[in-house]
């Protein structure tokens, strides 16, 4: 099984930042997805920011030019950098992290998606 923790939430001023990370952790081979969305009661899930394996970081038309995501130097880690916080940002940010497990020697694998239990950001005066 695999485990995703985020930290970092809190109370943040508008116009402030905040820097969340993300840790995976347990029977991992890869990861090919590890990113953020956030959801406020009653909403569905808001696509924020990831990176995916190979790839660019992408980002939510709502976040794009305030938020950055970036690995961490612990392994199997990303940040997400809020910058120019406004209330609209507020809510519970989810960690999701797509892993791979390779399953013979060919490199044959399967993968899954594990959800953190997600950390608050409120961001009000």
């Known amino acids: 099984q695999v485990q995703v923790v985020e930290s970092g939430g809190g109370l943040v001023q508008p116009g402030g930042s905040l820097r969340l990370s993300c840790e995976a952790s347990?029977?991992?081979?890869?990861?090919?997805?590890m990113g953020w969305y956030r959801q406020v009661p009653g909403n569905e899930r808001e696509f924020v920011a990831a990176i995916i394996s190979g790839g660019r970081p992408n980002y939510g038309d709502s976040v794009k030019g305030r938020f950055t995501i970036s690995r961490g130097n612990a392994k199997n880690t990303v940040h997400l950098q809020m910058d120019s916080l406004n209330p609209a940002d507020t809510g519970v940010y989810y960690c999701?992290?797509?892993?791979?497990?390779?399953?013979?020697?060919?490199?044959?694998?399967?993968?899954?998606?594990?959800w953190g239990k997600g950390t608050l950001v409120t961001v009000s005066s």
């Open positions: 347990g029977r991992i081979d890869s990861i090919d997805f």
């Open positions: 999701k992290a797509t892993v791979r497990r390779v399953i013979n020697v060919e490199g044959a694998y399967r993968t899954m998606e594990y």
